[in-house]
Structure formats: structure tokens, C-alpha cells
């Protein structure tokens, strides 16, 4: 199990943008994909990106394809999540998510909430019209 710990969100405006970070605690992301998700009350969790540690491919949900960008920082194995010309659509409670991954295995990415094993607990995004 890897505990995630996850940056706080905020409060925008709409256009404005926002990041969110998510670092392992005592351990790396090597090894592993890190995705990101979204979850508004009473729908599913929502999947936003992904990126895989080995190949550092990276993977986005329609919705904010174009946006956000998913990125890693080797030096200090945090994942980030830049996310631009936020509209009130994209407000919800985001996770950070894990789960044992390496492109090298010939398995498709883990693009849903259900591949994931490993979680933080959540940082909620406002984007005010």
C-alpha cells in the first residue's frame, strides 16, 4: 500500500487555473501509474488523467483533454496536475489514485477508478461562474 498525499484545492474563477500535486509517502512513484480523479455527489468517480511512471505516457479524460496536463517530477516523485481554463463543470472533489503499472507488461493503461488500489483522501475544487 502507498499512502498519497495530496495538495489542498480551491476556489477559482472561471478561466482561471489551479494544480494539484500528489507525492508518495515514504517511497517513490517508480513502479507505479498515478492518475488523477474526479467525483461530484451521487456520480461516479470520474477519470481525469493518468501518467506511467516507467514510460511517463500520459492519458486524458475527454473532458479535459486540451486543459489539464498531467506531469512528473523524478527529482521529488510528485505527480501534478495543471489544470487551465477552469469552468464551473469542473468542480468536484479530485483524488489522487495508484496502482502497481509498468508499460513493459503489455497491459492497457489504467484509465478507470476501479485498476486503482491506492488513494488520497481528496482535495475539493470550486470553479465559481
Known amino acids: 500500500q502507498v499512502q498519497l498525499v495530496q495538495s489542498s484545492g480551491g476556489l477559482v474563477q472561471t478561466g482561471a487555473s489551479l494544480r494539484l500535486s500528489c507525492a508518495p509517502s515514504?517511497?517513490?512513484?517508480?513502479?507505479?501509474?498515478v492518475g488523477w480523479f474526479r467525483q461530484t455527489s451521487g456520480k461516479e468517480r470520474e477519470f481525469v488523467a493518468t501518467?506511467?511512471?516507467?514510460?511517463?505516457?500520459?492519458y486524458y479524460g475527454d473532458s479535459v483533454k486540451g486543459r489539464f496536463t498531467i506531469s512528473r517530477d523524478n527529482s521529488k516523485s510528485t505527480v501534478n496536475l495543471q489544470m487551465e481554463r477552469l469552468v464551473p463543470e469542473d468542480t468536484a472533489i479530485y483524488y489522487c489514485?495508484?496502482?502497481?503499472?509498468?508499460?513493459?507488461?503489455?497491459?492497457?493503461?489504467?484509465?478507470?477508478?476501479?485498476?486503482?488500489?491506492?488513494w488520497g483522501l481528496g482535495a475539493r475544487v470550486i470553479v465559481s461562474s
Open positions: 489514485a495508484a496502482v502497481r503499472y509498468d508499460e513493459a507488461w503489455g497491459q492497457p493503461a489504467p484509465l478507470t477508478h476501479l485498476r486503482y488500489d491506492n
Open positions: 501518467i506511467t511512471w516507467s514510460g511517463g505516457s500520459e
Open positions: 515514504g517511497r517513490t512513484f517508480s513502479g507505479y501509474a
